[in-house]
């Protein structure tokens, strides 16, 4: 009786990874067939010209090179305003949180983690609304969602970096404070290197999340048309909002074939930065083998 349900548990799993790999090249194969007609220089620089584009001497009215660069600043600034937040407070759950302070932060950051993204954004719109009464020159702008978008990913750099650095051996931590080491410095030059691939890994969930939501910036300063953002402070373009917008508002298939060329635009772009974070967690696992 044992063996036969193992031997079916073995069936469900493959059966299972087979219907998840067979749906994702379903998607890929209909994303590819009605995006790779679309993908051209004039899907990302319209009617001007690459070199006028890229050295910013005219501006792109009716390619997707704005809407792209809008979405690797705010991945980035979002990014930049999580990570020490994230970390900080993984570190803190996990080396010096007691019992009950643990339990009371790790239901707040599930609850965080729990909230709607459409409910981050009118938290963002609100807080344009309350610091544009007290400084005019703040309106919907790129650093609203940046720090909106960070809002959404901290639970995921929180839950990494806690959960890579409590699987890590007891014995470490014995060591660094048999030789001498307070807890600051096993945390710095013991711990934290050691966790590294752990922490990477949230980080590259963090920047799917961060490209992909529309409803934060929909309400916290992404438009249509509003080109290279020259500030903080201005407007901007993203690649999620224009697909959502392409999809809606389509009026012919042509629109709406540059919307499914975004998609995979958006895709690409998002296994690049994937590519760059398993590279530099590679190494970075790579470096911890060759020095232990």
């Known amino acids: ?16 990874g087979l219907i998840l790999v067979g749906a994702f090249a379903v998607f890929m194969g209909f994303l590819l067939s009605q ?10 620089f319209g009617r001007t010209g690459m070199v006028d584009a890229l050295l910013l001497q005219r501006v792109v009215i009716d390619g997707l090179l704005p809407a792209l660069v809008g979405t690797l600043l705010l991945i980035f600034l979002a ?9 900080g407070a993984g570190i803190y759950l996990a080396e010096y949180a007691g019992k009950s302070s643990k339990a009371l932060f790790s239901l707040v950051f599930d609850l965080l983690a729990g909230v709607p993204s459409i409910v981050i954004g009118l938290f963002g719109f609100s807080l344009t609304v309350f610091l544009h009464k007290r400084f005019t020159f703040i309106t919907p702008c790129l650093l609203i969602s940046a720090l909106a978008l960070a809002l959404l990913i901290l639970p995921y750099l929180i839950r990494s970096t806690q959960t890579a650095l409590e699987e890590l051996p007891a014995t470490l931590r014995l060591t660094a404070a048999a030789l001498g080491a307070d807890q600051a410095t096993t945390i710095r030059l013991v711990l934290l290197p050691q966790a590294a691939a752990g922490i990477l890994s949230g980080i590259v969930l963090a920047i799917g999340r961060a490209a992909e939501d529309t409803a934060v910036i929909m309400l916290t300063g992404v438009v ?6 020259r500030s903080l402070f201005n407007s901007f373009e993203a690649l999620p909002f224009y697909i959502y917008n ?3 508002q389509f009026s012919n298939q042509q629109e709406l074939q540059r919307g499914f060329g975004a ?9 690049l930065l994937f590519t760059l974070a398993w590279l530099l967690r ?3 696992t790579a470096r911890l083998l060759y020095h232990h």
């Open 79 to 87: 990014l930049a305003a999580a990570v020490p937040f994230g970390l």
């Open 1 to 16: 009786m044992s063996r036969v349900f193992d031997y079916l548990l073995y069936l469900f799993a493959w059966g299972s």
């Open 246 to 248: 392409a999809a809606s």
């Open 282 to 284: 590679k190494k970075v």
């Open 263 to 271: 998609a995979l635009i958006l895709l690409i772009l998002c296994g």
């Open 224 to 229: 249509v048309s509003a080109g290279i953002p």
């Open 35 to 44: 995006g790779l007609p679309a993908l051209d220089s004039s899907l990302l």
